[in-house]
């Protein structure tokens, strides 16, 4: 069983940053295991993949945010982060975590989502 809780979100002016954390409450087994991920999504659009981090750090970052924003992940403290720089309203979403276990034969866990709205 795996659990996780966003923070972080919150409104913002265009150009301004924001780091998001995920809290993940299991056995460190399973930490070491997921690969990570930080999906979004948009009023009347579909959820989508921003950025992603593998049990051995390797990370990948979409398009439309690579440059401006960064994944990393603290396996010790249990915690994946998403510094957010640059931000532009079209950033303006609900960002969930997500983390992927199939590899151990369990499942994927999604957080509650944490809003983050980009406005003057």
């Known amino acids: 069983q795996v659990q996780l809780v966003e923070s972080g979100g919150g409104l913002v002016q265009p150009g301004g940053s924001l780091t998001l954390s995920c809290a993940a409450s299991?056995?460190?087994?399973?930490?070491?295991?997921?690969?990570w991920d930080w999906y979004r999504q948009a009023p009347g659009k579909q959820r989508e993949l921003v950025a992603g981090?593998?049990?051995?750090?390797?990370?990948n970052v979409e398009d439309f945010v690579k440059g401006r924003f960064t994944i990393s992940r603290d396996n010790a403290k249990k915690m994946l982060y998403l510094q957010m720089n640059s931000l532009k309203p079209e950033d303006t979403a609900v960002y969930y975590c997500h983390a992927d276990l199939r590899r151990l034969g369990l499942n994927e866990y999604w957080g509650q989502g944490t809003q983050v709205s980009v406005s003057s």
């Open positions: 981090i593998s049990s051995s750090g390797t990370t």
């Open positions: 299991a056995n460190i087994f399973s930490i070491l295991t997921m690969n």
